[in-house]
């Protein structure tokens, strides 16, 4: 045999040793996968140790959901729900970034408990408008230019139509007294005072 054909069929031999080598190596896994049961579309996602059937309704959608009885609503509502247009920001109540309806009042969801909602009727920023037909206030806040980075727009958004509703004077002072637990780092206050005052008629 030439040395040309000596190195040819050493190449060949490794390279069918080598595959050969990883077949073997890989028939437990593929005997396992095929003894494997199938994936039931039935089988539910990880549920922790004492979680609770809650029942909770959002935008007018009954949702069915198997959650911690410690599981706050702006968590339920990001993590469980993907409704992140509710922002976190403090978590301890404190810039009014996760501000929702609930029964048509203002509440700031990182300080309630998703589980003690039940029965209540819940509105999100998701829920408040659409692209084709924004809430006066969504449109009002995009004509003003009432925000700057957007991160505490939803809530802000959320405090100012709750507002509509509420007892408020029409002074300028009435309103930020009204909306002081609505914080703006950025610091458009001016702008966002503007829109809420406009929706008023004021």
Do not use: W
């Not at 073997?24 to 549920?47: D, M």
């Not at 339920?76 to 922002?87: M, P, S, Y």
């Not at 978590?91 to 309806?101: E, L, P, V």
Request: charged share 20%; proline share 4%; glycine share 10%.
């Amino acid at each position: 045999m030439s040395e040309e054909n000596s190195k040819v069929s050493r190449r060949s031999f490794l390279r069918h040793a080598g595959v050969a080598g990883a077949g073997v190596a890989a028939l437990p896994l593929i005997s396992n996968a095929q003894n494997a049961p199938p994936i039931s579309e039935s089988e539910k996602p990880y549920v922790p140790d004492g979680a609770q059937d809650v029942r909770l309704n959002i935008n007018g959608k009954n949702y069915d959901l198997k959650i911690e009885p410690r599981v706050t609503l702006l968590d339920c509502l990001r993590e469980n729900l993907n409704l992140t247009g509710t922002k976190k920001g403090c978590d301890h109540g404190q810039c009014g970034a996760c501000t929702i309806h609930v029964n048509g009042k203002r509440v700031n969801s990182c300080l309630s408990l998703a589980i003690a909602h039940q029965g209540d009727a819940i509105t999100t920023i998701e829920g408040l408008g659409t692209t084709q037909k924004p809430h006066p206030m969504q449109k009002a806040f995009m004509e003003h230019d009432a925000y700057q980075c957007g991160y505490c727009t939803s809530g802000q958004i959320m405090s100012a139509t709750a507002l509509l509703k509420e007892p408020c004077g029409k002074a300028a002072g009435d309103v930020r007294e009204a909306m002081s637990g609505n914080i703006c780092r950025c610091g458009a206050y001016k702008n966002i005072l503007e829109a809420i005052q406009d929706v008023r008629g004021v």
